[in-house]
């Protein structure tokens, strides 16, 4: 796709001179005492609202509230606000509110958590009213100054006109009187189809940055009088430290402290990381490995199989008719259980944070996707209110789910409380990174289908067995759900649950989908697309052996099943249509499908895979999206390609096993990801319809899987039902 | 202590010798362009280029080099973030998360003068680095729009 990219080297100068003229730039000669930027900017130039401030020279700061992990959300809501704003998006740049400051100010920004492919969808409403009072208020001090009507001004490109004079005047030369009054009580949202600045490919906002190396990540940060820290914790899961000999590293060079951090890890401290983590490697620590000791993969594969057969602990997610009498009557059952293994999520940024602690104040520097969180839980590590509390937000080399889960930043406070008034930086191993995760859950899942005489589906059961994430990480909705996970039937549930956003495509007349609550001492966690990962495997690799069992092919077998779903058709068809299915591959090529919605967004991927010799290539997916509003689409389609990598990385590669209560893998060596080579032609086809929000980052991140897996099938006539691919007696190529 | 040349800059290193150049980079000379994302050679977040070559700087030990060795990292790679891989990442928004792209274009950077004018099957062997966020076909677009900015800046 063809982008628009305004004046790229006026860009560049106001990336770096629009942070650092607010006092917010994180970078090298960070103040000692870096002070929230409301107070700093007020000083010289008061916000319109919490979302606009308006320099004298008509530099744009627009405010975001949610973490820029890769996903391009920064660009889209700033996109959003300037569209309502009708500033010149040139002038555009943007900041971080705090977490401290949303806290004083009864949550101004409303969430900051940036999860669920939420970060456009759950805020597109409120901060395009933020763009649009502030450009009320523009207008309407400019009319004060001229004694005009502000019925009679417009704005456009952040020039204000008066209409019957001709009269004009800039945003920045208003900007402070428009400060001083009331916002509008009632503003009205352009329609999308007017839209000049959302809606058009434009370039991030974030990108300059990123190839000259100057853009400071968590792990980066250096403040003055900084000292770093490197930690081990038990590499048994529920394990405890029973004792370390700190004596045996005192003497090596830089090193300050070695310290117990809760009750389950070590940290050493030292003037630079690399000297903290030699030291930690040289220090002998005792564990007490505790009841998971010997807890390994095959003992958590049979809890699993227990469960795909027992009657305890299964909440059923979805039912219509009867499917177990159905197929007893069917002319016809096939039967496959597939099964998904743990993932670490890998973000290339360790985890990390920085901690400065006094009595009186603690402040945090770190990548997470939830500010908020982050300052509730730098305050309960603090043992100070959080209003005595701050997070400074930096943009993440990575999230996935994994940094909204605050493990390091209690740490980090916790090894800072330590060593009072000190900023100490914790940075992660490697190692530590992917044996301390919160692993996507592994499940199993048994699916029966039943076919009549003339090969139509009559009923389809399917039993998930395996771990609930938010049994762990959130209890209180499960509590809610009467013990059960609904987030652990995404892509198999009705549109009245989870809010319709992960809505199953097919209509069949009989169904059944349970889960058998499976919880083995490992922690779990989000991971980019949750539970719709797997369970798109499960029923779209299923659907297309009953289509195969049924004699029919395997895009007419999905469509007459779709009939009631347009939306989720459209896509299916859409890739269908462009992939030529139906009409002869190129040699050697196989296909196979896959369609699912989850996040509020529909997505459906055609593969075409070659198997030679047992060495399976890629060649190309092409992958539709309809996620109802596109903000960006050059981003949807970045989104798209990286989502499939992401996918297919696990697919190839991604498993996580246990053996002695430990995570076997510990690096890249280990735990491999798909690199370049694999890297398959993606053709994305993006077809918003228009009329909702729907989500960007995770829904695609489904699809390629199982179409992969559906075109090994036609390439072979094997199935594949346990992943990842590296396992199998096929080479990947 | 070890004399460095860093950027065409010799430098003091006042560190233990078997500390990896990424931690002189990072630590000593405040160069976090190159980032750590491994410490074992295996995701090239570290690239640096030491007489050409792209190396991890996470493998290389201070005392395995000496001060004529030429160590570009990529604060040094242009002076103005204008060399044709650094123009051509930002006109396709190849970064996403951006944490892997500097390690990513000192790849790209030993590849091009190797073969300034690389087709896939060379793209594919000459750049080893893993990005998470999955950008490798911008990488690969981005590569390939580098070499024609170089063959039009040479014209």
């Not at chain 1, 456009?156 to 800039?170: K, L």
């Not at chain 1, 394990?239 to 070695?258: C, E, H, L, M, Q």
């Not at chain 1, 930043?409 to 800072?416: E, F, K």
């Amino acid at each position: 796709m063809k982008k628009e990219r305004i004046n790229v080297s006026r860009r560049e100068f106001l990336i770096h001179t629009g942070l650092t003229g607010t006092g917010f730039a994180l970078g090298l000669s960070l103040p000692p005492n870096n002070k929230a930027f409301a107070a700093e900017t007020s000083a010289t130039t008061p916000e319109i609202n919490a979302w606009v401030v308006i320099e004298p020279d008509d530099t744009v700061i627009i405010r975001i509230a949610r973490s820029e992990m890769g996903q391009g959300t920064l660009t889209g809501l700033a996109q959003l606000v300037a569209e309502e704003l009708e500033c010149d998006w040139s002038k555009v740049t943007t900041q971080y509110p705090t977490p401290g400051q949303s806290l004083a100010r009864d949550r101004v920004w409303g969430a900051f958590a940036t999860g669920g492919s939420r970060g456009i969808r759950t805020s597109h409403d409120y901060v395009r009213k933020g763009g649009a009072v502030a450009r009320e208020m523009l207008i309407q001090a400019a009319a004060y100054a001229w004694d005009v009507s502000a019925d009679d001004c417009s704005a456009d490109n952040s020039v204000i006109t008066h209409n019957p004079s001709g009269r004009t005047t800039t945003y920045g030369k208003v900007a402070t009187a428009a400060a001083k009054l009331e916002p509008p009580s009632d503003v009205m949202l352009k329609d999308p189809k007017d839209w000049k600045i959302a809606g058009k490919p434009v370039a991030r906002l974030d990108t300059v940055d990123k190839v000259t190396g100057k853009q400071v990540y968590g792990a980066d940060l250096q403040l003055p009088g900084m000292l770093n820290a490197a930690i081990k914790a038990c590499p048994v899961f529920g394990g405890t430290v029973t004792s370390f000999d700190s004596k045996a590293i005192s003497n090596r060079p830089g090193v300050r402290k070695v310290v117990q951090v809760g009750d389950d890890a070590v940290a050493v401290v030292a003037d630079t990381w690399w000297r903290a983590k030699t030291a930690l490697d040289a220090l002998p620590i005792e564990w007490a490995e505790g009841p998971n000791a010997k807890l390994d993969s095959a003992a958590i594969d049979k809890m699993l199989t227990e469960g795909l057969s027992s009657a305890n602990d299964v909440f059923i997610g979805n039912q219509a008719g009867d499917a177990k009498a159905a197929l007893k009557r069917a002319a016809k059952t096939v039967e496959a259980t597939y099964s998904y293994p743990y993932q670490a999520h890998a973000c290339m940024e360790p985890m990390n944070a920085t901690a400065r602690w006094t009595k009186q104040r603690c402040e945090v520097w770190c990548p997470t996707q939830n500010g908020e969180s982050a300052l509730q839980d730098t305050a309960k590590a603090a043992g100070l209110p959080a209003e005595q509390c701050e997070v400074y937000k930096l943009h993440l080399g990575g999230g996935f789910g994994r940094r909204s889960i605050h493990d390091y930043i209690t740490q980090a406070v916790t090894i800072a409380k330590q060593l009072p008034d000190t900023p100490v930086k914790l940075l992660w191993s490697r190692e530590e990174d992917i044996q301390h995760d919160h692993y996507h859950p592994v499940t199993k899942c048994r699916l029966v289908g039943g076919l009549d005489e003339s090969g139509n589906l009559t009923g389809l059961h399917a039993r998930i067995s395996g771990h609930s994430i938010f049994a762990v990480r959130a209890p209180g909705m499960v509590q809610r759900w009467d013990g059960a996970d609904m987030i652990t039937f995404q892509g198999f549930v009705e549109d009245d649950m989870l809010g319709g956003d992960h809505s199953i495509g097919y209509s069949f007349p009989n169904l059944l989908v349970e889960h058998a609550m499976r919880n083995p001492p490992v922690p779990p966690g989000a991971w980019r697309a949750v539970n719709a990962h797997q369970n798109a495997i499960y029923l779209e690799c299923f659907i297309d052996e009953l289509a195969r069992a049924a004699g029919k092919d395997p895009l007419e077998f999905r469509q007459k099943l779709m009939t009631k779903h347009p939306k989720n058709l459209a896509v299916l068809n859409a890739v269908a249509e462009k992939v030529g299915w139906g009409k002869p591959a190129p040699d050697g090529v196989h296909r196979g499908l896959a369609v699912f919605k989850s996040f509020a967004s529909y997505t459906a991927a055609c593969a075409e895979v070659s198997v030679d010799r047992g060495k399976v290539k890629i060649h190309r997916i092409v992958a539709a999206t309809d996620p109802g509003h596109a903000v960006n689409p050059q981003q949807i389609e970045a989104q798209v390609e990286g989502s499939i990598v992401y996918g297919l990385s696990a697919l190839l590669y991604g498993e996580i096993t246990v053996k002695n209560g430990r995570v076997e893998q510990g690096n890249f060596d280990s735990y491999p990801m798909m690199l370049i080579p694999e890297m398959p032609k993606v053709e994305v086809i993006l077809m918003p319809s228009g009329g909702f929000w729907g989500g960007v980052g995770e829904p695609t991140t489904v699809i390629a899987a199982p179409a992969v897996l559906n075109a090994i099938y036609a390439a072979t006539g094997r199935r594949i039902r346990t992943v990842p691919l590296k396992n199998s007696d096929l080479k990947i190529t | 202590m070890s004399k460095l040349k860093i950027n065409g800059a010799i430098v003091d290193i006042p560190v233990e010798n078997d500390t990896p150049l990424l931690w002189v980079l990072r630590e000593q000379l405040g160069l976090t362009g190159s980032k750590y994302g491994c410490g074992i050679g295996q995701c090239g977040a570290c690239m640096v280029l030491i007489d050409g070559e792209a190396v991890p700087s996470c493998m290389v030990s201070v005392d395995s080099l000496n001060a004529n060795d030429d160590i570009v990292t990529i604060e040094g790679l242009s002076e103005d973030g204008s060399h044709p891989l650094q123009q051509a990442f930002v006109e396709l928004d190849t970064p996403q998360c951006g944490y892997c792209i500097p390690g990513m274009i000192m790849s790209a950077a030993a590849l091009l003068s190797r073969n300034p004018n690389p087709d896939d099957a060379v793209i594919d062997a000459g750049i080893p680095n893993i990005c998470r966020c999955g950008t490798y076909a911008r990488v690969r677009q981005g590569i390939k729009r580098a070499a024609q900015i170089m063959q039009q800046e040479k014209a």
